[in-house]
Nanobody, 116 residues
Framework: QVQLVESGGGLVQPGGSLRLSCAAS????????MGWYRQAPGKERELVAH???????NYADSVKGRFTISRDNAKNTMFLQMSGLKPEDTDIYYC??????????WGQGTQVTVSS
């Protein structure tokens, strides 16, 4: 089992920045891929970004150039630096982990609200 705890969400004005963190604990050896997904009520869940233990990264087209995913393997922590935030980025953001790109574990989610 892997436990994931997100933090760093909140309210920010359009054009602002936020940094999300995800702390992993438990069976850390099983984690190869970590990622961020987001979902708002009534909307489909959307992949934001993935990062593999080796460092390979992929982003959703909607966040390329604005969001940066990173991970600290020694501290079992992953980050999502978000800048140039838009109202359409308002969602609940979930941290995920697993051996493959198909997430096996999910955090409880952290709310990000972009509004003036």
């Amino acid at each position: 089992q892997v436990q994931l705890v997100e933090s760093g969400g909140g309210l920010v004005q359009p054009g602002g920045s936020l940094r999300l963190s995800c702390a992993a604990s438990g069976s850390i050896f099983s984690i190869n891929v970590m990622g961020w997904y987001r979902q708002a009520p009534g909307k489909e869940r959307e992949l934001v970004a993935h990062i593999i233990r080796s460092g390979h990264i992929n982003y959703a087209d909607s966040v390329k150039g604005r969001f940066t995913i990173s991970r600290d393997n020694a501290k079992n922590t992953m980050f999502l630096q978000m800048s140039g935030l838009k109202p359409e980025d308002t969602d609940i953001y979930y941290c995920t982990s697993g051996a493959t790109y198909n997430p096996m574990y999910w955090g409880q989610g952290t709310q990000v609200t972009v509004s003036s």
